[in-house]
């Protein structure tokens, strides 16, 4: 058991600390949220700040604790995250650097490293959601081409997205796991259309995404045709895997932050709310120390996070729901208020237990695989 | 002991939510959602049909009737996510001209925020220095004033009575939709994670109608200061549930969850929030 | 909506409170808890001065609203609930006097009433607890007696029983809620085995009981044979249903008594202890409501409570053990001395949320029976 | 960074897992709960296999390992349900005479309580006005003491650590229980009701198990008071799970859970309990 890093992942931390010093502040401010191509432009150029530097392919290319450490600092330097280039960062581009043939890594690999291409990510469809793999949007062979008829939902960044990370159904007849691919779609193809998608927290920043006859070349398969189940199931444990190190960091701040406004206006006096603020400190902390363990297994085991990421997520969403319940506790009446900090925040959180897989999903994973209960049906 | 409804408190219940689907529905909603003012038209309806005059004596031109019976229809107004200060206008009838008649919309300052301040024609106590916020509820405008307002006890009793709506509304819609919803090849109500999700909805939201009903009854502090916590648990924590059978399905702003969950925030927050309810429920047990 | 009762009512609560404060004081000083036959006697005891008095019946033959008034001031009074006469007023009795004959009314039901006679509970059996009808005890039927072979668990009082409320399974052929009856077993036939069971609170309330070849006559059958299951579900509802009026009166009792305690010795400053309590207040006080919303829904329909029950139990059984986790968090270190008090109550709420049907079971009846949701399998 | 055990770290757990199967089995267990005394030879045993002074620095007759390797050894004492004043003996190694070789027993006020005072060769600190209690813990008998004793973070630690093993072992016995109890025609782990109750006892301990170690590894306060705090939850809820995955059949004297419940009760109360734990933490959010 060891938390220390080596001499060389310190050295990486010094320089990457100093680096940010002098990036952030030149970086231009945020953009107005309902803004897409000011955020695209503002995420890709960030995104190419961090090439230009060498940190960009930190996502997946380097070591999961050079990985821990990058996520680390740049969150506590208040840096954005990946924002625009999340998919292609954290789901497409994992996914394509696993399981693509050399063509396709140099030919969509270098983009969304260099912040010049947006992926999205077509996966659930609105009969399609806990169930994915009931997905109904068809691709039917034609020569060299796939001709797509369907619909995706929960489509993040669409309006903006150059790629669409695509299930698309290759064999109706099939057993349900056995009949989808795996496609990489042009967002720009004929018969794509989308339609922004506002949630509960007032954003669009889903979309829906109809495909109506879309012409898709079988080179941009990736995988074996049929095979795209088992290829999902890459791209989802990355998913849940060590997709939110940012974000721990972040709600510790973010615990801070509460505990600092609570001082202030008073409320800190408040035996329970202090106490329940302890406790999420103690909750956090140990998420953290989760996330090491995580990571350390990662970098001992190969890479690719195991189901144990199915423990994290499941204790991770519903705390972070809690953090924000606190906050609307530290804010009282503020926390009726869209503009008070949080408050927004507090909204999105709730979609937690329920998106890439929903807790009570999670609940029957780790029951049936990691404790090898048998199966419910 | 009869603590059932009798005949005309059920008939009242049905005449209330038959008045509200007609005059209130889910266009309506969504049109209110979108940034609508208050509907005048609709609250003078209210008025005509005695709303805000349930609890004024006939000698003063109400309908005389007792707090059970106001019970039971803002616990419709809840479930149908009626809009406006419905609370603070009731309880200015008498008082404030045409108020009991739905000709004057008062506001009123609850804890330390004002709801329909800018719509109302007529605001209580002093709220010249209340602010506009950015309301988390679409359905419910807010501001907010710098020194809690006295919390009435009457306002208390009648939020919980709306949160009981709430709390009985999102069982409905979480059952509605287990039932039709497939996933895996049948509805999601056959699983038992969302089966015991929806017991744990009427659960809450039977135990509230208990707490509720006796405390509009006896009209008792402490029986008041149990039917807010009770309801407040049952409309908040049943509309996260609710939420949660909905899946991806409940997170659209099209959805009418969230409106639920929202709502149940605000009245949450009225008469300063439930821990001084907490406080007083201990107290009580040293009295 | 009306909390208040009738005159005749309140005549008859006062007229018993009046027969309480003469009948308290000399009922004789509870006995070592270990001793089985002392606890008998005077369970016993206390039933037939009830009887004299003219209150012998008032567990299942007397208006709903009056039973609560007789359970309400009983309890407030500090008298002894049913105790060893448990099973036969609150199950075994209100079963027969539904569904016995004229004759099996008249042969049991006084004895009952009159504190004459003990009934045990033989219903779940090692292979069927919360699956009750997949149990095995096995009648065959040999002339006009049935003989049984079988084992039944967690039968209370077991020890000074005369009487056991039996289910056996008369059909093994038949789909498993077919085939089965329910008997009334001497508990001296021979053949009767009972081995007393040690609990997790150290008590031996429980025992084990072994049938070999218990001949048990045909006409001590209640109900059909092969229709027992029906005739278990009217008890089984007597038992979810208001047979927990005393205990909530008891609980709020305890929860005054634990607001005193910690005013005593200064726990009272701790406000997350205070608002807990408090909170504890809402909630039992709503659990009384719930009873009187039960019990005035009983007495407009007819008496057999209906699977509201559940919801009742499924918000009482955690309830309850909030309760004296609450108590524990008052006693501080005295919670875990066995002395003191609460700490035996404590251990023993921990079987509220499993016996007479788990918290688990009880969810599934309220989604499936109440909710109308599918049947899930 | 490499979390994980090292090779050594995960051959003393298994070697001090074998070590406690074979000389503190089922039979063993029974034998404590039915009221026997603090077996020496075994507590010899412990001495000779260095369980005592794991901590001791070599140059002290110790075998000079850290806190990792305690938490460690620990975790397969709560595992296993050992009995004795273990950590005050540990913590008296080097300094009581005979303690590291476990030739003397010593108990230590702990709390409001001292664990095994009567079965002791040492009490420390003064215990003289210590009274006996019935303890709730067949396999831990308790005295009180009039003034709580200071809090010795190692011990908090190292209790963490026996509070993980607890939450392991109930998991544990709560799946096997699952796969194999049948109920309805099928293994109870079939129900979504169960699988999930199961897959909360292990999301609880693995959030424990990160937090325990990480507070080896740094010794820090913080992460002791996080440590304590996560451990206690899943020790005791994971307990209280287990018995409900088991029904009626976890509530008889002669099954392995209550005795976990009651036992991670004891440790839950070491050191005052969990209230001390919660306010450093949230001070140190303000730090």
Known sequence: MDLSHTPEDEEFRARLRAWLATALPVLPPPPDPADWPARRARDLGWQRALYDAGYGELHWDASPTTRLIFLEETEAAGAPYVGANFVGLLHAGPTIAAEGTDGQRRRWLPPILRGEEVWCQGFSEPGAGSDLASLRTRARRDGDHYVVDGSKIWTSHAEVADWCELLVRTDPDAPRHRGISWLAMPMDAPGVTVRPLRTLAGSAEFAEVFLDGVRIPVANRVGAENDGWRVTMVTLSFERGTAFVGEVVACRRVLRELAAAARRDGRWDDAVLRRRLGRLNAEFLALWRLTQWNVSEAAAGGGVPGVGGSVFKLRYSHARQDLYDAAADVLGPGALDLDSPWVLDRLSSLSYTIAAGTSQIQRTIVAERMLGLPRGR | ?287
């Open chain 2, 1 to 287: 002991m009869r603590f059932q409804l009798t005949e005309d408190q059920t008939a009242l219940r049905r005449a209330t939510r038959d008045l509200l689907e007609r005059r209130f529905g889910e266009r309506e909603r969504r049109a209110a959602a979108g940034g609508g003012s208050l509907d005048r038209a609709l609250w003078r309806t209210l008025g005509d049909a005695g709303f805000f005059a349930l609890c004024l004596p006939e000698r003063d031109g109400g309908v005389g009737l007792g707090f059970p019976e106001a019970v039971l229809v803002f616990e419709e107004a809840g479930r149908a996510l009626l809009t406006g200060p419905l609370i603070a206008t009731l309880r200015a009838a008498g008082e404030v001209p045409g108020a009991a008649s739905g000709e004057t919309v008062v506001a009123a300052a609850d804890g330390w925020t004002v709801e329909w301040l800018a719509a109302a024609d007529v605001a209580r106590p002093d709220t010249a220095d209340a602010v506009a916020v950015r309301s988390v509820d679409p359905l419910t405008p807010l501001h907010r004033v710098a020194r809690a307002a006295r919390v009435d006890p009457v306002a208390v009793l009648l939020t919980a009575a709306e949160q009981l709506g709430t709390a009985v509304r999102v069982c409905e819609l979480a059952v509605q939709h287990a039932r039709t919803r497939e996933q895996f090849g049948r509805p999601i109500g056959a699983f038992q994670a969302v089966q015991h999700l929806c017991a744990g909805l009427l659960v809450r939201a039977e135990t509230a109608r208990a707490a509720v009903y006796a405390a509009a009854v006896t009209g008792a502090r402490t029986d008041i200061a149990a039917a807010r916590l009770l309801a407040d648990e049952a409309a908040v924590d049943g509309a996260r549930d609710c939420l949660q059978v909905h899946g991806g399905m409940g997170f659209t702003w099209e959805s009418e969850v969230h409106l639920h969950l929202k709502r149940a925030w605000v009245r949450a927050g009225r008469g300063g929030g439930g821990a001084a309810a907490e406080e007083a429920l201990a107290a009580a047990l040293t009295a």
